[in-house]
């Protein structure tokens, strides 16, 4: 065993991953058998949950499976809030109060997506759980992540939707007619089989299983996007920050900043931030922001490289919530409300599909005609090596369009993706992983696999046409 890995600033050690590592054979087992259903979607998160509303809407019998107990994925269990601008800037911003902790900086426009999200968006608003998009938001949509679970159990419910959770997917097998999901669970494995499945893990993970081609990080070395432990703190209080603000306008800028603080701070030996400010959001309720401040460079399949961003990234929190308590001013009596139940992950395996949308065609604003969803955010590349994040917009007022091939991965059968993981080069990658996109791409990846599965046919043998159809008839956004 080699030897393991401490955390500087406490005495958690991480298993480090063996220098002689190698594959051992496991002794053959049996696993329950769960049924089979048309449509099966694997991975409860924005695009699961766009997957499995639209597969329903379209007649079909829908199966999604969660590894966690509850629904929302990265919206709920990682905190990734709020939900990111999905408009297109048809005016420039003009600035604003930089103390409204909402972004000043995206200007007024058209929303690119629609469909599920916007039958979402306004159960969460009816619920008390979300602020409309809107000038004041930046249109960004702020929300509670507990209201975010109710009401997506209540909408797949009502959907017909059967969900079975505490059930991680290990594997993909395919089978002469369908596919077979194998499932992890409290109850030993159990097995799932379907016509047709979706894979919105996120991280391609049945994609990969079945031996579809994905690429990692950027090209010129592998190295994905940091991931990050968001966190939200609660009893701030907003008119202290806010002096603060008006007496030093150059260290806020909208939702970042404070440089002059972190600075002593850190000269001080206090402060363990691993970006170049301070990053958080206002939430629908006005006592409490999410931070997002926390990073780690490392893969976010490796069950090695997660367990060390877990441990480093509570230190950052930890580092991050005393700052704040004792040197911001309106954070003196803040404390930290809840983190993340994992990490967040922005970019793992990247499936390769019959066409990888590439940078370019996100900022050239390219348009196909097998559309099936649109993006309109900008690029957005946190740097994996440290401090940094580059951020490129499309041109005013535009919106780029995402094929329905990035949908199928090559050489597989049966089976579509959506989310994160959809075909994509690295720059691209990063404008379509947010989430009201991954949830417009999980909605075209449920009506295509709806469509296959009543046809008895594969995925790529449905006329998109048909899948364009029937996605404006759900109210999705194609032009």
Known sequence: ??????????????????????????????????????????????????????AAAAGADVVLVERYGFLGGNATAALVMPLMSFHNEMKQAVGGEDNRLLPTDHGEGEPVVAGVLWMLLDRLVRAG??????????????????????????????????????????????????????????SGPVVIDADVVVDCTGDGDLAASAGAPFEVGRPEDGLTQPMTLMFRIGEMQRDGFASYVQEHPDQWKGVHGLWDLIRAARDAGELDLPREDILFFATPHSGE?????????????????????????HQQLDSISRFLRTRVPGFESSYVIQSGVQVGVRETRRVLGDYQLTGQDVLDARKFSDVVARGAYPVDIHNPNGPGTILRRLPQGTSYDIPLRTLLPRDVDRLLVAGRCISGDHVAHSSYRIMPISMATGQAAGVCAALAARAGKPPREIPVTQVQRVLRAQGASLS
């Open 1 to 54: 065993m080699s030897e393991p890995e401490r955390n500087e600033g406490n005495n958690l050690t991480a298993l480090a991953k063996p220098a002689d590592s190698h594959r051992v054979h496991l002794p053959p087992r049996t696993a329950e058998y769960g049924g089979h259903t048309e449509v099966l979607v694997v991975g409860g998160g924005p695009a699961g949950f766009g997957a499995a509303m639209g």
């Open 129 to 186: 759980g979300a602020i409309r998009p809107a000038p004041d938001t930046g249109y960004t949509v702020p929300f509670d992540p507990e209201v975010f679970k109710l009401v997506t159990y209540d909408m797949l419910g009502g959907s017909g939707v059967k969900l079975l959770l505490h059930a991680f997917a290990s594997d993909l097998i395919t089978l002469p007619d369908s596919s077979r999901v194998v499932f992890e669970t409290k």
């Open 289 to 313: 922001v999410s931070v997002n401040s926390t990073r780690f460079g490392g893969l976010g399949i490796s069950v090695w490289d997660l367990t060390r961003a877990e441990l480093a990234m």
